[in-house]
């Protein structure tokens, strides 16, 4: 099974407009973390947001906000009032457990387009 | 802002070349990974450093591939005799601790494997 879905391979956004990033994870290990990681055409992988599993509040960051439902094991992006610069490759990621890696596993990612 | 950086930003190798890729994480961060991708696929993780040894691998980091910590900043990854699909991007990235529990990527290395 997947440990990170993302369903949504590729969307267009109206700039001005919200977008909301679908995730879904699987784990059995009660401590976790979440992320979301931009990834523009240039290639860098640019840290957006952060939720653990603990974590009792959805994360925010300016204007990225985490929709986390852990009954549900989602984890959602939600971009507020895109931005042309928002266009890029989005990947939510998780880190399961506190085995001695502490790797990320990371969902196939989804292409946001804004249009002017 | 501290960063990771790496370098170089692009390699071109022949098959059956050793590579060595370089990293410099960020300087109080105690554990280091690399990461690689595949055009147009997702990020793997290959392997993960903590206290001067290796702490995990994936079944990809196989006997082609080594990491070092020669010193106090750097962080490499070689690969002894590179195939074609070891073609990608390569990330490295650092994570401060447990409680921070966040991984900051470097920009890649773009490898090319001929």
């Not at chain 1, 290990?29 to 240039?42: E, I």
């Not at chain 1, 599993?53 to 204007?63: I, L």
């Not at chain 1, 989602?74 to 001695?100: H, K, P, T």
Request: glycine share 6%; hydrophobic share 35%; with cysteine.
């Amino acid at each position: 099974a997947q440990k990170i879905t993302q369903t949504q391979p590729g969307m267009f956004v109206q700039e001005k407009e919200a977008v909301t990033l679908d995730c879904t994870y699987d784990t059995s290990d009660p401590s976790y973390g979440l992320f979301w990681y931009k990834q523009p055409s240039s290639g860098e992988m640019i840290f957006l947001i952060y939720q653990g599993s603990y974590d009792q509040q959805n994360a925010t960051e300016g204007r990225y906000s985490l929709n986390f439902q852990k009954a549900r094991k989602s984890a959602n992006l939600v971009i507020s009032a895109s931005q042309l610069g928002d266009s890029a490759m989005y990947f939510c990621a998780m880190r399961e457990g506190w085995a001695a890696g502490n790797k990320l596993t990371f969902g196939g990612g989804t292409r946001v387009l804004v249009k002017p | 802002e501290p960063e990771v950086t790496q370098t170089p930003s692009h390699q071109v190798t022949q098959m059956g070349q050793e590579v060595i890729l370089r990293c410099v994480p960020i300087s109080n961060h105690l554990y280091f990974y690399w990461y690689r991708q595949i055009l147009g696929q997702k990020v793997e993780f290959l392997v993960s450093f903590y206290n001067n040894e290796i702490s995990e691998k994936s079944e990809i980091f196989d006997d082609q591939f080594s990491v070092e910590r020669p010193d106090g900043s750097n962080f490499t990854l070689k690969i002894r005799s590179t195939k074609l699909e070891d073609s990608a991007m390569y990330f490295c990235a650092s994570l401060e601790n447990r409680v921070t529990d966040t991984q900051y990527f470097g920009p890649g290395t773009r490898l090319t494997v001929l």
